[in-house]
């Protein structure tokens, strides 16, 4: 069995000129723990350090894996607080600070910074639907409120708006502390681009378990994948691969992963994941918030088929 390598330490010096030391890997974006309607924080912070132990290179509060938009502020904030305390420098905490609002955006982005989070991630605003001089705006807004670099989460299949090369280009030109996006799109093209716009420094994270290996192969930098709230283990392995030129390893690992990644998207993320995570005892319930709900019967017993081939029940 694979021993996990150490996890890299969080930085003292949180600045853009060392976040290519640090901001790499896999860190997965956990679930929210739910318990009788209530969001269970010591459940939260033991996924923290589970995620710690098993290797991971840094964990993502509140992305889409943590059904943000059913969270009030109050939750998402105190998700961070528990994160830091939890990880406790040992790795680094990135922060999803986005809304559909800039003033929720504002306070979200305020309380991470002066929580301790390492870095920020923000999702395009939703339901808007904005032109492009109006994201522009935004994070141009937003980055005047601290030092902290600070990433787009592009993630067009929910937010219902892309960004282009030439806005990225603009944020790069603008804001010193704009360092990367997190990709949940397979436009491996727009990777390209970026790293040929930008240089190998910016850092790109997988979003889409499928494209995890395919898009760290041509030079993404990490993942922020879902699927790494069951196997963080197997992601921190993957990255790894990649970054000492194994690709036999690299490939065997996507495979392996295969199957496990394919799972994840059975039905809205992250309704699959709760529920083979409660399988597997790593939730004491599968809890969600309306809208979202539970697994139905029917895909309760297609995903016990997909651990069970994965070797994960007894």
Not at 132 to 157: F, K
Not at 286 to 311: C, F, I, K, S, Y
Request: charged share 20%; net charge neutral; aromatic share 6%.
């Amino acid at each position: 069995m694979r021993e996990p390598a150490a996890p890299a330490s969080a930085p003292a010096d949180r600045s853009p000129a060392t976040v290519d030391r640090w901001l790499r890997g896999s860190m997965p974006p956990l679930v929210t723990p739910f318990r009788d309607g209530a969001v269970d924080y010591d459940a939260y912070a033991g996924l923290v350090r589970r995620q710690i132990a098993q290797g991971s290179h840094g964990i993502l509060v509140n992305g889409t894996s943590a059904e943000p938009s059913s969270l009030t502020i109050e939750e998402r904030n105190r998700l961070v607080d528990v994160a830091v305390e939890a990880a406790a420098r040992r790795v680094p905490v990135v922060a999803a600070t986005g809304s559909q609002s800039l003033a929720e955006t504002r306070r979200l982005t305020e309380h991470a910074v002066g929580a301790g989070a390492d870095a920020l991630l923000i999702v395009t605003p939703y339901y808007s639907r904005p032109p492009q001089r109006g994201l522009v705006g935004y994070y141009r807004e937003l980055a005047r409120l601290h030092s902290l670099p600070w990433m787009v989460y592009h993630i067009p299949g929910r937010a219902a708006v892309s960004v282009t090369i030439e806005t990225l280009r603009e944020l790069k030109a603008q804001c010193p502390t704009f360092v990367g996006m997190k990709h949940a799109a397979s436009d491996l093209a727009l990777v390209s681009e970026c790293l040929e716009a930008f240089g190998d420094q910016f850092r790109i994270f997988v979003g889409l378990e499928e494209l995890s290996f395919p898009m760290m192969a041509i030079g993404a930098c990490g993942l922020m994948n879902a699927v790494g709230n069951l196997r963080p283990d197997l992601l921190a392995a993957l990255c790894e691969a990649v970054w000492r030129h194994d690709l036999a390893a690299g490939r065997a690992l996507h495979r392996r992963l295969w199957e496990l990644n394919q799972a994840v998207f059975f039905d809205t993320n992250p309704i699959p994941i709760k529920y083979m995570m409660t399988r597997l005892g790593l939730l004491a319930s599968n809890e969600h918030r309306l809208p979202m709900v539970p697994a139905t019967p029917e895909l309760a017993e297609r995903l016990d088929g997909v651990l069970a081939r994965a070797g994960l029940l007894g």
